[in-house]
């Protein structure tokens, strides 16, 4: 079984651009971090339906359904029209320190973080890093319009923003808990 799995350039410029516009004129929250000390996430969300993006991400969730057959073989849910997406915004000091992602149901929890660079300019800092027993980096998610699934309960981090925007949309293939 594999750590992660990665495609890119899956999506090109034009549709990169068009799913961030849906993204920003459909979102239904804004998480904003106030970027204080102490603080694991420094960056702005915006929170969207998947339903809002559906017909740009078809493709999309066959490659994680794909993957996830292929590679990681959970039991997941199928993908709804009400599952959130995370539209993550990094601008200069914005960073995210190390977390897993994880749901608080008794019934479910994520199983896969499916991250998709929508950055079409360019940007410096912001690797991604993940930690499995030493630290990595994962190269395949700097190039615009790559897709890079991992294991939800691997820790996992954004370095620091040091100039330009890094721009990522977060989906989650969820199942149910202990399967």
Known sequence: MLDS??????????????LCDIIERNHHEVEQNKNQAGDKK???????????????????????????????????????????CLYNIYNP?????????????????????????????????????????????APELSEPGSVLIIKSFLNHKVKPILSGQRKTLTLFGCGPKLK
């Open 5 to 18: 799995c990665y495609n890119k350039k899956f999506f090109n410029k034009n549709r990169i651009d068009h």
């Open 42 to 84: 420094k960056t702005k969300t915006l929170l969207v339906y998947r339903g809002a993006i559906k017909e740009l991400t078809k493709d999309l969730e066959s490659f994680v359904i794909w993957a996830n057959q292929r590679y990681f073989g959970y039991d997941l849910h199928p993908f709804n029209d009400h599952d959130i």
């Open 93 to 137: 000091h914005g960073e995210y320190g190390y977390h897993v992602d994880t749901s608080r149901s008794d019934l479910w929890d994520m199983k896969l973080t499916v991250l998709v660079n929508l950055s079409t300019e360019k940007f410096t800092g912001g690797q991604f890093m993940i930690y499995n027993g030493s630290e990595y980096e």
